[in-house]
Structures are given as C-alpha cells and as structure tokens.
C-alpha cells in the first residue's frame, strides 16, 4: 500500500488542528506545514465532506476539528482522501482476480488476512495517539 501524498497532508492537517485552541486558516496550514495552498484547500475539502473538519468565515475564520483528536481515528482519515483502503486489487472485487480462483487463492487469503490487521490497527489509532508518540 502506497498513501497518496493526500493522505500524508491530511494526516498532517488534522495532527495541526488537534494541537490549536484557536481556528487556523488555510494560510497557516500551508505556511506551517509546508504545503501548497492548493493543496490546503483541496485536502479540507475532503475533510470536510468526512465531517472531520469545519470552516468557518469571517475575519477570524479558519478550520478546526470537529471531533476531539482522541475521537478521530485514523483510518478515518486516511479513508477522506484514499481511493481504496485496499492493499491489492483482488480484495477490491472477486472479479479482480486474474486466475478466475479467488475463492482457492491462497495469496489472496493471506492479503485478506494482512487487510484485517492493517485496518484494525488504524481503526484504533487515534489522532490523540499520534499527539501522544
């Protein structure tokens, strides 16, 4: 599995918001975290269709969480912004199988198995975790 550099930013954004008591704009973000504006902007929307972030306007606008860091998981996260969780196509669809065999595979059985550690481990990590390490 390879994250998409969106990802990364996400995770980078939210870890940020986690650690402000006040709203942060999409200058600060870019400024500080060393991306894009562009990039700023396209990743809080992904976020923001997750309902992990919230905007708000004004002269003092900006983003910040809407769930407390210890409520946010990762996979949650990393899900706003992947186009698959997956780590290998055959675990997208049976159809995806090459040798017609997914159900007798045993590779397959053995990428079904790493998915389940994988996205259990994500799924209890939170952004109070990462905060913490």
Avoid: W
């Avoid at 930013?9 to 939210?14: D, G, N, S």
């Avoid at 595979?105 to 079904?112: D, L, N």
Wanted: aromatic content about 6%; hydrophobic content about 40%.
């Amino acid at each position: 599995m390879h994250l998409t550099m969106s990802t990364d930013y996400a995770i980078r954004i939210i870890v940020y918001l986690s650690d402000r008591k006040y709203l942060a704009s999409s200058r600060e973000l870019s400024k500080n975290l060393n991306i894009p504006q562009s990039y700023v902007f396209k990743v809080l929307r992904a976020l923001q269709k997750a309902g992990l972030v919230k905007s708000c306007s004004g002269v003092d606008g900006g983003f910040e969480l809407l769930k407390r860091p210890e409520h946010i998981m990762l996979f949650d996260v990393m899900e706003a912004t992947e186009t698959t969780m997956k780590i290998n196509r055959c675990l997208e669809d049976d159809n995806h199988c090459n040798r017609q065999a997914a159900a007798l595979c045993r590779i397959r059985c053995f990428y079904v198995d790493l998915q389940e550690l994988i996205d259990t481990k994500l799924k209890k990590t939170t952004i109070r975790d990462l905060l913490l390490t």
